[in-house]
């Protein structure tokens, strides 16, 4: 079973950066292309960014230019640095594998993007 746990969430002021890490355990990470996504309060969840186990990276139009997915596979790491945040950005953001593995949800870490 393989389990992600998110952090590095928090409030941040407009026009900020953030850099949120997830944490996965099993080797199976190694195996994994993985996403980054977020969910708005009265929203449906949605992708904000994948990478590949090669390093490929694919980004929603809305994140484009300000976000960046990356994967420590030695440590079994996925980060997103996340700058120029927007109040749009505020969202509970989570990791999964893409395509997401049901029932693999983490907790998520909560970002805030307010003045």
């Known amino acids: 079973q393989v389990q992600f746990v998110e952090s590095g969430g928090g409030l941040v002021q407009p026009g900020g950066s953030l850099r949120l890490s997830c944490a996965a355990s099993?080797?199976?990470?190694?195996?994994?292309?993985m996403g980054w996504y977020r969910q708005a309060p009265g929203n449906e969840r949605e992708r904000v960014a994948t990478?590949?186990?090669?390093?490929?990276?694919n980004y929603g139009d809305s994140v484009k230019g300000r976000f960046t997915i990356s994967r420590d596979n030695a440590n079994n790491t996925v980060y997103l640095q996340m700058n120029s945040l927007k109040p749009a950005d505020t969202a509970v953001y989570y990791c999964?594998?893409?395509?997401?593995?049901?029932?693999?949800w983490g907790q998520g870490t909560q970002v805030t993007v307010s003045s």
């Open positions: 999964n594998s893409h395509p997401p593995l049901t029932g693999h």
């Open positions: 099993g080797s199976i990470f190694r195996a994994l292309s």
């Open positions: 990478i590949t186990l090669g390093g490929s990276t």
